[in-house]
């Protein structure tokens, strides 16, 4: 079946370190993944997907189909930056993972 | 533009209590759907709807019905309300073509006491 994990619920970093939020996937096929962000009581929002290969708010993910992975990261943390991120894989649908509450201490 | 659109933004009920969600687009998507966020347990999909005049249980339908009324709207509805629905449901729509991804709606919060 597929599947998304994000293995941490809640992640702590202080402004200015590097951040890394896992995201495994299960999925036999050739796999179209995405980030999403939820900044408090808003709607979600796509971050980046990893067909466009970009940055965006200093963010980017690599797809790593060996070790079935695409772990978001940036290096220098922002207070901005603290929000829920969902990792997702698009079938029919999005299959979402739990998602990852990130925090930034000032 | 408007986006995706929901309604109402914040609802409480008594258990028992009927009510509907209602969910609009107007970006021209095929594909609709109902997700219910709670803590730690992420989003998980309600039900679905590919193109107009079909719909599909997702991954929690128990306790809830669809409608998709045209291809701008799809309702989600409560016949009778349980304190394990109170949730966050999002709507989300979504145009099947290459790069695509969901849009979705603001959210509406929902207690049943």
């Known amino acids: 079946a597929q599947r998304v994990t994000q293995p941490e619920k809640l992640l702590s970093v202080f402004k200015g370190a590097p951040v890394e939020l896992k995201c495994n996937y299960s999925y036999s096929g050739s796999p179209e993944l995405f980030w999403y962000v939820q900044y408090s009581r808003q709607r979600l929002q796509l971050l980046l997907r990893?067909?466009s290969r970009e940055s965006i708010k200093g963010f980017t993910a690599d797809l790593n189909k060996g070790e079935t992975s695409f772990h978001l990261k940036k290096p220098f943390a922002q207070e901005e930056d603290s929000a829920m991120y969902y990792c997702?894989?698009?079938?029919?649908?999005?299959?979402f993972g739990q998602g990852t509450r990130l925090t930034i201490n000032p | 533009n408007a986006g995706v659109t929901q309604t109402p933004k914040f609802q409480v009920l008594k258990t028992g209590q009927s009510m509907t969600l209602q969910c609009a687009q107007d970006m021209n998507h095929n594909s609709m759907y109902w997700y219910r966020q709670d803590p730690g347990m992420g989003l998980r999909l309600i039900y679905y709807s590919a193109s107009e005049g079909t719909t599909d249980k997702g991954e929690v339908p128990n306790g809830y019905n669809v409608s998709r009324l045209n291809k701008r709207e799809f309702s989600l509805r409560l016949e009778s309300a349980a304190p394990s629905q109170t949730s966050v449901y999002f709507c989300?729509?979504?145009?099947?073509?290459?790069?695509?991804?969901?849009?979705f709606g603001p959210g509406t919060r929902l207690l049943v006491l």
């Open positions: 990893h067909i």
């Open positions: 997702a894989l698009s079938l029919i649908r999005l299959v």
């Open positions: 989300a729509s979504y145009r099947a073509e290459y790069q695509e991804t969901q849009y």
